[in-house]
């Protein structure tokens, strides 16, 4: 039972470390960020995702993977803004409970936001494939935007979302989602964002993302949230239900590290 192990209990967040001793390292994700303390640098570049509107014509992989709903990206997805070219591979989804404000894992001063999505590209300048790229310091970059309730559905979301009742189950997946403009997940200003080094915000817990959390949020309908808060289990279908909730890591000591900002 993935996430049950994963997210509480005898082998929750709190005890990660014990088998994954990276997950107690000193450049972990997510953070808090205290925009007061972020160091604004004028040469960041506005983030230019390539491919996104019209990601060929593979179709897509959907799946409940029991700790959350990720969907597999073509490798003609890539980023520019970057030190290295960083190509696509997955995107994937953390929230809160239904009636919860929570559900982010980075907070800006304090303040977390009902869910944020992440898509995870790894850098194919340097590595041959993802999981040599994930062990790596310069390995990965993970676009992370927050998610928040606006007044209108969000048909971009809509292309994910919609598809959510056929993967209950842990396990379960769809392998013919239609490509759709990723693109459109997207907040509209990407130049404007926060910059750290840190980690994957699970086991193993690697210190290997350089992270742009974009600065302005995308939002999507009351509705919607509650398709992702309520709309999954974390166990396998004829076993106990176990409603796939909280799936977030809470804010990791910053420690010696900077966080810097695109915008002033
Ligand atoms: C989620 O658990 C994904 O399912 C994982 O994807 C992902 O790990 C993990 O989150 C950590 O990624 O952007 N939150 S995060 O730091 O992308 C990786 C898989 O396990 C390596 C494929
Ligand atoms: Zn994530």
Request: net charge negative; glycine share 8%; aromatic share 10%.
């Amino acid at each position: 039972n993935p996430l049950h192990s994963l997210f509480s209990g005898p082998h929750g967040k709190e005890h990660w470390s014990v088998r994954y001793p990276d997950c107690g390292g000193q450049a972990q994700s997510p953070i808090d960020i205290h925009t007061k303390s972020v160091q604004h640098d004028p040469t960041l570049p506005p983030i230019e995702p390539q491919g996104y509107r019209n990601p060929g014509d593979g179709a897509f992989t959907l799946r409940n993977n029991g700790h959350t709903v990720e969907m597999s990206l073509p490798r003609s997805m890539f980023l520019r803004g970057l030190p290295q070219t960083y190509v696509a591979v997955q995107l994937h989804f953390h929230w809160g409970s239904r009636g919860h404000a929570s559900g982010s894992e980075h907070q800006v001063n304090g303040k977390a936001f009902p869910a944020e999505l992440h898509i995870v590209h790894y850098n194919a300048d340097s590595y041959a494939n993802v999981s040599e790229a994930k062990q790596q310091a310069d390995g990965l970059a993970v676009l992370g935007i927050f998610l928040e309730v606006g007044d209108v559905a969000n048909p971009a979301y809509d292309n994910i979302l919609n598809h959510l009742k056929s993967i209950q189950y842990a396990g379960e997946a769809i392998i013919s989602i239609p490509p759709f403009d990723v693109h459109g997940l997207l907040p509209g200003q990407l130049g404007h964002y926060f910059r750290y080094n840190g980690s994957l915000t699970t086991p193993p817990c690697f210190e290997s993302v350089l992270w742009t959390v974009f600065h302005q949020r995308a939002q999507i309908s009351a509705s919607q949230l509650e398709r992702l808060q309520g709309g999954l289990y974390s166990n396998a279908e004829n076993s106990l239900p176990v409603p796939l909730v909280d799936n977030y890591r809470a804010p990791q000591p910053l420690n010696q590290r900077k966080v810097f900002s695109s915008f002033p």
